[in-house]
């Protein structure tokens, strides 16, 4: 069973930059789809982006769009999220989480994905 593993969230400025990773325990990511979703206090758990196993098809949100990236490394078995030109509405929790291996459409739902990790905070506040 994947195990997604978040890093890399932290206190950042308005304006500033920061890039998660989604590292893969247990077993590898191999060819899955991975998504990032994010969660704000008293808020759903939105979408973020999402990549495919072999990294040519994407999807961003709207509300990200010009400022995120999502990349991965097969080899490193990781999922990257880059994020720029942050503002306050970016905070939140940030999760990484795995679709199962048969399943490769790049869905926006979080209920398509079966593995999750713990989540990493975001903070963007001057």
């Known amino acids: 069973q994947v195990q997604p593993v978040e890093s890399g969230g932290g206190l950042v400025p308005p304006g500033g930059s920061l890039r998660l990773s989604c590292a893969a325990s247990g077993h590898t990511f191999d060819s899955r789809v991975v998504g990032w979703f994010r969660q704000a206090p008293g808020k759903e758990r939105e979408f973020v982006a999402v990549?495919?196993?072999?990294?040519?098809?994407?999807l961003l949100a709207d509300s990200v769009k010009g400022r995120f990236t999502i990349s991965r490394d097969n080899a490193k078995n990781t999922v990257y999220l880059q994020m720029n030109s942050l503002n306050p509405e970016d905070t939140a929790v940030y999760y990484c989480a795995a679709r199962v291996a048969y399943s490769t459409s790049t869905s926006v739902y979080p209920s398509a994905y079966n593995y999750w990790g713990r989540g990493t905070q975001v903070t963007v506040s001057s």
């Open positions: 990549i495919s196993g072999s990294g040519g098809n994407i």
